[in-house]
């Protein structure tokens, strides 16, 4: 077995912390019941620092950059500062509305890849982008959904929201590399299905216990056990 690899804080610049995306990192980590020991905080990156990345695309409001050599990582993380800023005048916890529910997808998305890639590390695990895809979609879909049974919204009634907005009305943007649109309607397809199993099983259930269970079993699966659960 190859030695554990070492996270290291990017090298590059590093923005101020953002207490929403912070907040987001914290949703996440408790969701899936783990801790990856980092603060995403320190691996965020403004404009004039995600440009001198290689692979940074202009248009694209959420970027996770890996760089990989012998048992070290650099990682950084971009979000947009509109989807900062709109999360920061709309906080999610007070409410998920039309107003502020792309910018925490959006947001939501990128923190997603983030603590999964970190956590497979940790454990000298790889992961691959189809599956920081996929598992970023279930985080949007399970997140948003409990966020909206906190707000008082049925489970039944709020699924079906989300699973519209996430799952049908979703549109790639044109910045979207053509060798990559495929990965991008599979993991929506293989989400869609996971996430339709989960209404199935626990929209009617008065507690959390089950389906908290289910989605860390899920979390914790092979890319190929993933697929399978679609």
Not at 148 to 174: M, S, T
Request: net charge negative.
């Amino acid at each position: 077995m190859e030695a554990p690899i070492k996270l290291e804080r990017s090298e590059v610049p590093i923005s101020r912390a953002k207490s929403a995306i912070a907040e987001l990192q914290r949703s996440i980590e408790g969701l899936h019941a783990v801790d990856t020991g980092l603060d995403v905080s320190h691996y965020l990156v403004d404009d004039d620092t995600r440009r001198e990345i290689p692979g940074s695309r202009e248009g694209i409001p959420e970027q996770l950059f890996i760089r990989e050599s012998d048992n070290d990582v650099d990682l950084a993380l971009y979000i947009a500062p509109s989807v900062t800023e709109t999360l920061e005048k709309h906080p999610p916890s007070h409410g998920l509305t039309p107003e502020n529910f792309e910018a925490y997808c959006i947001a939501l998305e990128g923190v997603s890849h983030f603590v999964l890639y970190a956590f497979r590390a940790s454990h000298d695990l790889s992961v691959s982008a189809l599956e920081l895809e996929l598992q970023a979609e279930v985080d949007k879909f399970v997140s948003s959904w409990l966020l909206l049974e906190e707000q008082g919204l049925a489970r039944e009634a709020g699924a079906n929201q989300l699973a519209k907005r996430i799952f049908d009305e979703y549109v790639l943007r044109p910045e979207v590399a053509h060798d990559e649109v495929d990965r991008y309607h599979t993991a929506s397809r293989a989400a869609r299905g996971y996430c339709t199993k989960l209404v199935k099983r626990y929209a009617r259930d008065s507690g959390r216990g089950r389906l908290t269970t289910d989605v860390r079993r899920y979390y914790r699966q092979g890319l190929a056990e993933k697929l399978r659960a679609a």
